[in-house]
T-cell receptor, first 110, second 116 residues
Framework: TQLLEQSPQFLSIQEGENLTVYCNSSSVFSSLQWYRQEPGEGPVLLVTVVTGGEVKKLKRLTFQFGDARKDSSLHITAAQPGDTGLYLC??????????FGTGTSLTVIP | DAGITQSPRHKVTETGTPVTLRCHQTENHRYMYWYRQDPGHGLRLIHYSYGVKDTDKGEVSDGYSVSRSKTEDFLLTLESATSSQTSVYFCATKASGRGGSYNEQFFGPGTRLTVL
């Protein structure tokens, strides 16, 4: 059983729609990260959230860290085909070990 | 881009044979990690290293061993490969220090391993 569960596992939407991806755990993390991975490549860091309740925005992407630092969400506004990819959350317990979520595969249809 | 390469990029092998995957970095990062990626499981940590000759187990370490004799190289060995080890393997590095940009992992391009 993995420490971080993501939902949904798969998401297929039309261009212009909004979506939210959830990352949940029963454990507390010192920080939480979101990565995006494209086919045939390694994941690339999008954002790190550190403080409970923190909200960070990256253009059309909004990331939130839960107040209790156990969960996080990623909201995409007006999705575009370029947003297609695998989204992974990762929790940090100590400074150097990371626990990845189960992943959400997003497809944005033009 | 942290300059991480993995070799080989693809490998097909038979059950019971030994396999070694190599990760090479040019950024002098202290920490190095080996993950495996399987559908529905995201990335799972196999082993990691916090310095030359300093390694520790991750959540799925059974059947795997690692070695780090130089800062730039981290080897993952499957002593006797099994079909359950068919997966995509990713190496990652991280600089020393805490917080901010020091928490960013940089990933290699992956190695696709098939065990028949």
């Amino acid at each position: 059983t993995q420490l971080l569960e993501q939902s949904p596992q798969f998401l297929s939407i039309q261009e212009g729609e909004n979506l939210t991806v959830y990352c949940n755990s029963s454990s507390v993390f010192s920080s939480l990260q979101w990565y995006r991975q494209e086919p045939g490549e390694g994941p690339v860091l999008l954002v790190t959230v550190v403080t409970g309740g923190e909200v960070k925005k990256l253009k059309r992407l909004t990331f939130q860290f839960g107040d209790a630092r156990k969960d996080s969400s990623l909201h995409i506004t007006a999705a575009q085909p370029g947003d297609t990819g695998l989204y992974l959350c990762a929790g940090v317990k100590t400074g150097n070990q990371f626990y990845f979520g189960t992943g959400t595969s997003l497809t944005v249809i033009p | 881009d942290a300059g991480i390469t993995q070799s080989p990029r693809h490998k097909v092998t038979e059950t019971g044979t030994p396999v070694t995957l190599r990760c090479h970095q040019t950024e002098n990062h202290r920490y190095m990690y080996w993950y495996r990626q399987d559908p529905g499981h995201g990335l799972r940590l196999i082993h990691y290293s916090y310095g030359v000759k300093d390694t520790d187990k991750g959540e799925v370490s059974d059947g795997y061993s690692v070695s780090r004799s130089k800062t730039e190289d981290f080897l993952l060995t499957l002593e006797s490969a099994t079909s359950s080890q068919t997966s995509v393997y990713f190496c990652a590095t991280k600089a020393s220090g805490r917080g901010g940009s020091y928490n960013e992992q940089f990933f290699g391009p992956g190695t696709r391993l098939t065990v028949l």
